[in-house]
């Protein structure tokens, strides 16, 4: 009965394994897929033609199985692995592992294992991993294939001493390119990656042995190296917290010059651009099964020479699983091109912010020449786009062509947000500017500037400057007190409102400018004559403004060079050496075209000019043709009137023809009041009509001629010069006589002047002595200095006193 029940059973061994698989597996998820197995030989051995487990998507097949009470003998082993998933896909109900010590149930005695062919298939591998294992005593593993080495299992441990094939490391490279989202395009040979440690359950004793040389290159000519060699030392006393120690782990990352797009940093690195960098972590690394990692230092440096460049990273904490991060960092370079700079700060997942000092240059520039620029400030940056930056630079002096400036100061303040926006303040302060043609003290700008980095389309910017200059001094001419406010717009044209300032005068400037067009608007509203007068001193120091006003409105473009203007002097007294004008009015309009000035015609007027005889209401016109001139002149003159055709005040030496001067209606009494002699007094209307010639030399008269228009009277009474001469004359004394009580009938005289003044005139004198009842003709020949006159009279007016004590007054 027992034998036939057992055969039975053999019969249907295949189904009753299914049942049995079903009943102790089902609760671990797993499935037996497949069972071919008979007895062997005098029923001491099983074989198994083929066995199938499915577990969790993965599938193990075994072929070729012999049990023997020594031997567990497998011919072949495949393992087809699932897709590698992330822990947020697996099963988050399940009751997470809990570390406890190994307590393994290790048989005495067993059969020993030996698969002669082992095979793992991962779904993206580009081959599977081989390898075969033979138990050479019981629970002493040797492995050969893609992985080598040995394993050994104790009750309480298991101790690995494996490497990975060199080969193989090459198909796992591959695998990891496949995962990547963004193609990289990279290299590593791992010629070492070894294992050898203890695993007690609950704690963790192994080292890693790694010998790796990668590359990365990240465009055409831009390649960067890795090379890694030594151990990397793993501890854990609960299998929650680990402990990693690299002091034996040496990691170079390649020269820079084996990148292009970095050559324009070679000349600040030097030497360095052709050394490797040296990454060290001296300190265990501590990571916890939840993501939280602390890591005491980690640096990157390298050095060649005197130059060096020091990276450190210290007291970084985080969490790898929820992308934490806080760290502090120190930046340490001392570079030949650059200088020596600083920088402390931390950095989290979300900022990096820090400070910097440090005494640095600026990229060679030609005819540049500077000492070092001392720079500190602070910064921040959030990676997302938005930073700010505050600092300071300073340098004793910096020169260019032929510009030289001394105690350069700069301070900067600037933000930018992550849409693009950029807000700055800018302060820069120079002590003193020098130029062969400028020379300036003092000088301070105010920057604040906001514009879009990032913006679609049409960018643009707005900037507001305030400058301040305290002495300017171009070409001899000293100006103090100098003020400049600008407003400007940046987009497709740049457009700007300026207002400059010095003493009380104020200038507005507006420009419009864009490829086409640079629109231009000057504006200078009424100002004070006098305010001019620290300027008009060094120019011309016999110049006194002493009051009216002036303005000026100029508009044009300045990329054609054309522009119309028009200026506006009213009531102007103006003092020049001993001459006086009073209530100078003028307003003349006119353009400038590519450089050329063009004036209108345009009336002038003035109240009075003292220029020895005195002018009263003069007028006439201002104009231009290719010289400056002034036409139809008219005015007052000793109770007549005297007119001016025309007269060229420009390019004197060009030959012209002489210029008429007319005079009417001159009292002969006034003529004689510029140089008055006692007992002596004459009246009557005289004319003349004088052809001036104005040229570099001065004035002159050619052929003038003076004659009387009316009847006069000549009366001399007891005139000591004249009575002199008639002792000394006693022939010509009836003649003379005649003289003393003459009516005039006419005078007509010819004259002519030098330009230095020398004054010839030959008259003739017609009348007769009413006493007498004897007509007289008189010739007379003249000959007098009459600059030397005018000027006599102009310093004894008073006018000139009062003048100048006016403009003290205004000082």
């Not at 406890?100 to 048989?107: G, K, Q, T, V, Y």
């Not at 305030?466 to 987009?491: T, W």
């Not at 009459?786 to 205004?810: G, H, M, N």
Request: a negative charge; glycine letters at 6%; proline letters at 3%.
């Amino acid at each position: 009965m027992l034998v036939t029940a057992l055969a039975v059973a053999y019969g249907f061994r295949s189904e009753l394994t299914h049942m049995l698989a079903k009943h102790y597996l089902q609760h671990q998820g797993a499935t037996l897929t497949c069972s071919r197995w008979q007895w062997g030989s005098q029923l001491l051995a099983i074989d198994a033609d083929r066995l199938c487990l499915e577990y969790q998507g993965h599938a193990l097949t075994l072929e070729g199985v012999t049990l023997t009470p020594t031997a567990l003998n497998i011919a072949r082993a495949h393992v087809q692995a699932g897709p590698i998933v992330s822990n947020d896909n697996q099963d988050k109900q399940a009751s997470p592992w809990q570390p406890a010590p190994l307590a393994l149930l290790l048989p005495l005695k067993r059969p020993l294992l030996s698969i002669a062919e082992a095979k793992v298939s991962f779904v993206d591998f580009s081959r599977p991993m081989t390898f075969a294992i033979e138990e050479t005593q019981i629970n002493h593993f040797q492995i050969t294939g893609d992985i080598q080495g040995q394993w050994l299992l104790k009750a309480d441990a298991i101790e690995v001493d494996v490497a990975l094939e060199r080969d193989f490391t090459k198909v796992l490279g591959e695998y990891i390119k496949t995962q990547q989202n963004h193609a990289l395009d990279w290299h590593a040979d791992v010629v070492q990656l070894a294992l050898k440690g203890s695993f007690m359950g609950n704690r963790l004793d192994a080292s890693l042995a790694l010998h790796l040389d990668g590359e990365l290159r990240t465009e055409p000519h831009c390649l960067w190296q890795l090379a890694s060699r030594g151990r990397v030392h793993i501890q854990s006393e609960d299998m929650r917290q680990y402990l990693i120690t690299a002091q034996q782990l040496q990691t170079e990352l390649g020269a820079l010059s084996h990148c292009q797009a970095l050559d324009k940093y070679s000349a600040y690195l030097g030497e360095l651009a052709e050394t490797r960098w040296q990454l060290n972590s001296r300190q265990p690394i501590t990571v916890h099964m939840n993501g939280e990692f602390n890591l005491p230092e980690l640096s990157m440096a390298n050095r060649a020479g005197q130059q060096s460049v020091l990276i450190e990273a210290n007291n970084s904490q985080g969490n790898w699983q929820t992308l934490t991060l806080s760290s502090e960092y120190l930046l340490a370079a001392q570079l030949d091109g650059i200088g020596s700079l600083q920088s402390q700060g931390t950095l989290t997942e979300k900022q990096l912010q820090g400070h910097f000092l440090g005494q640095v240059a600026l990229p060679p520039q030609p005819e540049l020449e500077y000492q070092p620029l001392q720079a500190k400030g602070q910064f921040g940056y959030d990676y997302l786009g938005s930073g700010w930056l505050r600092a300071d630079v300073e340098t004793p002096a910096l020169s260019y062509q032929d510009y030289q400036l001394k105690s350069l100061a700069l301070t900067l303040d600037g933000s930018l947000a992550a849409d693009g926006q950029v807000e700055a303040k800018l302060t820069t302060a120079v002590a003193a500017l020098n130029s062969p043609r400028l020379k300036a003290r003092t000088l301070t700008q105010q920057y604040h500037i906001k514009a879009n980095a990032l913006a679609a389309g049409e960018r643009q910017a707005e900037a507001k400057v305030q400058s301040q200059v305290g002495d300017l001094e171009l070409e001899g001419v000293r100006l103090s007190s100098l003020e400049l406010d600008s407003n400007l717009s940046f987009s497709r044209v740049i457009e700007g409102t300026h207002i400059a300032s010095w003493q009380d005068v104020e200038a507005l400037l507006k420009h419009n400018w864009s490829d086409n067009a640079h629109a231009l608007s000057v504006v200078i509203n009424d100002t004070e004559l006098p305010t001019f007068m620290p300027l008009v001193q060094q120019l011309e120091p016999e110049l006194v403004l002493s009051g009216g006003t002036v303005s000026l409105h100029l508009e044009g473009d300045a990329l054609l060079e054309r522009f119309d203007w028009q200026m506006d002097i009213n009531n102007a007294d103006i003092l020049y050496q001993s001459y006086l004008a009073q209530s100078f009015t003028l307003a003349p309009t006119g353009s400038v075209n590519s450089g050329a000035l063009q004036l209108d015609t345009t009336k002038f007027t003035l109240s009075e000019v003292r220029a020895g005889p005195v002018l009263k209401e003069v007028s006439g016109m201002l104009g231009m043709d290719e010289d400056l001139y002034i036409s139809q002149v008219q005015g007052n003159i000793f109770d007549g009137t005297f007119a001016l055709d025309k007269l060229y005040l420009t390019t004197l030496g060009k030959e012209r023809v002489p210029t008429l001067l007319k005079l009417e209606g001159i009292r002969a009494e006034n003529v004689l009041a510029l140089e008055p002699q006692q007992g002596i007094s004459v009246k009557g209307l005289l004319a003349a009509e004088l052809p001036l010639r104005f040229n570099e030399q001065g004035i002159s008269i050619e052929n003038g001629r003076i004659y009387s228009q009316a009847a006069g009277k000549l009366t001399i009474d007891n005139n000591a010069a004249f009575n002199a001469v008639k002792e000394q004359q006693q022939q010509l004394g009836p003649m003379l006589a005649m003289l003393e009580n003459l009516d005039i009938n006419s005078i007509n005289a010819d004259v002519d002047l030098t330009h230095d003044g020398w004054l010839t005139m030959a008259m003739q004198l017609k009348g007769k002595n009413p006493e007498h009842q004897q007509e007289v003709n008189f010739n007379y020949n003249h000959q007098e200095n009459i600059y030397t006159l005018f000027r006599a009279l102009r310093l004894s007016d008073e006018i000139t006193k009062r003048v100048e004590q006016e403009y003290q007054a205004k000082e």
